[in-house]
């Protein structure tokens, strides 16, 4: 079992990202599979889709990981635009803190279902859509798909549902397994479950395509997958 340094505790239906930013990184990598590797596989896929003087749009920057990886990968572009948005006030000062040498971004505490959303080749919602209400989410996926350019890119990862109850019971369980083997207690992953309850609404597979299809996206595929994880890359 893997020693876990990242507890945190929440009540029944009230999870929050608010105070945890310092070990926000710690827990959420032992809280999703292959979380780094989707990391590096967007920073792969950024290559197709920023051309000279390109904005990139990250939705739910948290502490600003993902753009120090994708930045630093594009060291040599000093053309290109990175704006973050976070709702958590500790997640935009953390990454704000974390990239203050770099004037190329800039983190902004903003909430996507409010903001207008400038015009970008890129747009990466890494975890975040599924925490959107249900009655507000295809709205955001419409905004995005309005503000992408031509030929631009909106790379989601989800967590997600099973297309039926006997799959999602194996889902579930394997998933349960994972955390357990992460260094989680029976009773934190009990614990975060309940916290979660109307806080965190993930689709299926085909939920989401369908959003991004209602939105105007054409060109869609999954591009990771682990279990109840996945990753769908779609071009307008």
């Known amino acids: 079992m893997a020693e876990n340094n990242s507890h945190i505790t929440a009540t029944n239906a009230s999870w929050s990202f608010d ?3 310092d070990i926000f990184d710690q827990h959420v990598e032992n809280s999703v599979p292959l979380y780094h590797a989707g990391h590096d596989l967007v920073c792969n896929l950024s290559d197709f889709f920023l051309p000279q003087n390109a ?3 990250e939705i739910g920057s948290s502490t600003g990981t993902l753009a120090k990886k994708l930045l630093l990968k594009h060291a040599d572009r ?3 635009t990175y704006v973050g948005i976070d709702s958590v006030r500790d997640m935009v000062d953390s990454a704000n803190t974390l990239l203050k040498e770099d004037p190329r971004v800039s983190f902004e505490q903003e909430d996507i279902i409010t ?3 400038q015009s970008a080749s890129l747009i990466i919602s890494y975890y975040t859509l599924q925490f959107i ?3 507000s989410r295809q709205a955001v996926v419409q905004k ?3 503000s992408l350019d031509w030929g631009g890119a909106f790379i989601l990862f989800e967590k997600v ?3 039926d109850a006997r799959f999602q019971d194996i889902m579930t369980q394997i998933y349960c397994d994972f955390k357990l083997e992460k260094g989680f207690s029976e009773a934190e992953v009990i614990n975060k479950s309940r916290s979660l309850k109307g806080v965190l609404e993930p ?3 085909r939920g989401n395509i369908d959003l991004l299809k209602r939105a105007g996206f054409v060109d869609v595929m999954t591009v990771a997958k682990w279990v109840c994880f996945e990753g769908f890359l779609a071009i307008k």
């Open 19 to 21: 105070g945890i930013a």
């Open 55 to 57: 904005t990139i749009l």
């Open 78 to 80: 000093c053309d290109l």
């Open 115 to 117: 903001r207008e959303v």
């Open 133 to 135: 209400h249900p009655r």
């Open 144 to 146: 995005i798909y309005d």
């Open 161 to 163: 549902r099973a297309p």
């Open 203 to 205: 689709f299926s597979t």
